[in-house]
């Protein structure tokens, strides 16, 4: 899952970007509204984490602008400015949710995995292909009965596989995804997490789930 993260004050974009890497995130952090709105439009990610107070014009209208682009992220608006007014102002520009400071990281990170959810009803808390589970709670994996152990980062490469079952996905894409939008095309760290992951997930089992496609990128799924 990709975030951008739009906030002035460096040392709360710096926490964030830690906390959610930490998470497993691939992060993008702007430092102000023209370049975090131009960022996020030009961008695909699956939430904004929008701070109302930006040096160069306010959260709401860089919201109401990202509506009008056609953006379909979740926005979670971040302020120090708590009354029912600002709520309202907020999530009638498009916001789906909004966050008073200071908060704790726990219940930001709450609320973005909630976000994440909202319109995916028939997901559960698991995520589950064939015989592969994976819990989005406890962040753990396995096979059947088999505990998979399995890093953060390779955690979120699974999860966006998983996602996108039978599709062919390009080094890039899963870069941008999985990493952040300043991803090096040329960079082999997408393979050789995906080697590691095989080891992990896939090599000893019955069925073969990651599947390389010769000059295109990887394929999750069983083939035919």
């Not at 040392?11 to 952090?29: F, N, Q, T, Y």
């Not at 102002?89 to 609320?111: I, N, S, T, V």
Request: glycine share 8%; with cysteine.
């Amino acid at each position: 899952m990709r975030v951008m993260v739009i906030e002035d004050n460096p040392k709360m974009a710096s926490a964030l970007e830690r906390g959610l890497r930490e998470h497993g995130l691939a992060v993008d952090v702007a430092h102000s509204g023209y370049e975090g709105e131009d960022a996020a439009a030009a961008g695909s990610h699956d939430i904004i984490l929008l701070d109302l107070m930006l040096p160069d014009r306010d959260g709401i209208e860089v919201c109401r602008n990202l509506r009008r682009r056609g953006v379909k992220a979740k926005i979670l608006m971040l302020t120090a400015l708590s009354s029912t007014d600002d709520k309202v102002q907020g999530l009638d520009a498009g916001a789906d949710d909004y966050l008073a400071k200071p908060f704790e990281f726990e219940e930001l990170l709450a609320r973005v995995r909630a976000l994440l959810r909202r319109g995916e009803a028939s997901e559960s808390r698991r995520l589950r292909y064939d015989d592969l589970e994976l819990d989005l709670y406890s962040r753990t994996a396995k096979r059947g009965v088999e505990p998979i152990e399995l890093s953060t980062k390779e955690f979120a490469l699974l999860e966006y596989l998983m996602r996108n079952p039978n599709r062919v996905l390009t080094r890039t894409q899963i870069g941008e995804k999985v990493w952040d939008m300043n991803f090096v095309p040329t960079s082999n760290v997408v393979d050789v997490y995906i080697s590691s992951l095989r080891r992990k997930a896939d090599r000893g089992f019955t069925k073969e789930l990651i599947h390389t496609v010769k000059g295109m990128g990887y394929r999750f799924g069983v083939m035919d």
